[in-house]
């Protein structure tokens, strides 16, 4: 007896509307154009890529802004071509005016306090030369240009004086001894050898203190002049150096004044910067999720055909109000109306004892 072998096939064939339906779901999504032979559907290229326009000469058609006429530019200042579909590629904002601004401040402040440091050095410089000069000692033979040039002059007036008078003491003695008799003798010449003696003297006495004092007085004022003038190297190199210290530290203060200028500027530049980011990728995430709409429908449709839940699509904006409390227990309510309307209240009594 011959073995025989049975096979049986079951197949589950949709209703015609609902076959009809996924044909059309399908047709949307990819197909082949019969008249082209190209893909066709919303999935059979990307939606983020666009076709850029040209004119009949295939140069570029770019956009124009309707309020000036003037063409349209982009985060870069580059004009923007016109462009079905698609979506604008990712990009990142580039330093705002303001921040350039900073830059170019920053690079030429570098130094800025190099000018005032070295003026303050120069100054401090003098400063160091001025105390130097005043730390050398009193040379004595400093008084020569201080010695009273006509102290020689009253010497030899006060000298011709002495010996004037001397002369009339000498005629008094001669005079005196014609009238003793003793004129001539003994007596008379030592009187007049003591008048002589008394005269050199004098002269002799005068004549050093005259000089003394002028040579003292020549020793004080060249001794002053010193000390003056030591005291005037002295705080004229403090001066200096207070001086040359301010102007380094200005020299500073400049410095820090522009970097801190510099900081303000890429603060606000920053935040512009942000801003102009932040409005480009809200744009940009607008577009994308414009574009992917037609996808998320398709596949809303998808799952209800399935019978897959609706929760395993999602839109990438999504907006729920919140669920009313008082609502909740108004459809519970009716809920356990309904129960106990199909059921009895007992049942679910039962239930819930068991």
Do not use: C, W
Request: no cysteine; glycine share 12%.
């Amino acid at each position: 007896m011959a073995d025989e072998t049975i096979r049986s096939e079951s197949v589950n064939l949709l209703p015609a509307h609902l076959e009809q339906f996924q044909k059309d779901l399908l047709s949307n999504i990819y197909r082949i154009d019969p008249a082209t032979g190209q893909p066709a559907g919303i999935a059979a290229t990307s939606p983020l890529y666009g076709t850029p326009v040209v004119d009949a000469q295939g140069k570029p058609v770019y956009e124009v802004d309707p309020a000036t006429g003037q063409p349209r530019l982009d985060i870069r200042g580059q004009p923007i071509q016109q462009v079905k579909g698609g979506v604008p590629r990712p990009e990142i904002v580039p330093l705002t005016d303001i921040q350039r601004a900073g830059i170019d401040m920053g690079v030429k402040g570098i130094g800025a306090y190099a000018p005032m440091m070295k003026t303050g050095s120069e100054t401090m410089a003098k400063g160091v030369a001025s105390v130097e000069g005043s730390l050398g000692q009193y040379d004595p033979q400093s008084y020569k240009p201080y010695y009273d040039p006509f102290v020689e002059q009253v010497i030899d007036t006060t000298t011709k004086d002495i010996n004037r008078q001397t002369d009339i003491e000498r005629n008094r003695i001669g005079a005196a001894g014609v009238t003793g008799g003793a004129f001539g003798g003994s007596r008379q010449a030592v009187a007049e050898q003591e008048l002589a003696r008394a005269t050199q003297d004098r002269q002799a006495r005068m004549g050093a203190d005259l000089r003394s004092a002028a040579y003292t007085g020549a020793q004080q004022q060249a001794q002053s002049v010193f000390e003056n003038a030591k005291s005037r190297g002295q705080t004229a190199g403090q001066l200096f150096q207070g001086l040359g210290t301010a102007q380094g530290t200005m020299g500073e203060a400049a410095q820090g004044a522009i970097n801190r200028d510099v900081s303000t500027l890429m603060t606000l530049g920053g935040v512009e910067q942000e801003q102009q980011q932040n409005e480009y990728d809200v744009q940009r995430a607008g577009d994308i999720e414009e574009m992917y709409e037609p996808f998320q429908r398709f596949s809303y449709m998808s799952d209800i055909l399935q019978g897959v839940p609706s929760s395993g699509s999602t839109l990438a904006v999504t907006s729920a109000p919140t669920p009313s409390p008082i609502s909740s227990t108004i459809g519970t309510a009716m809920g356990l109306g309904a129960y106990n309307a199909q059921y009895g209240l007992g049942s679910l009594v039962n239930r819930g004892g068991a």
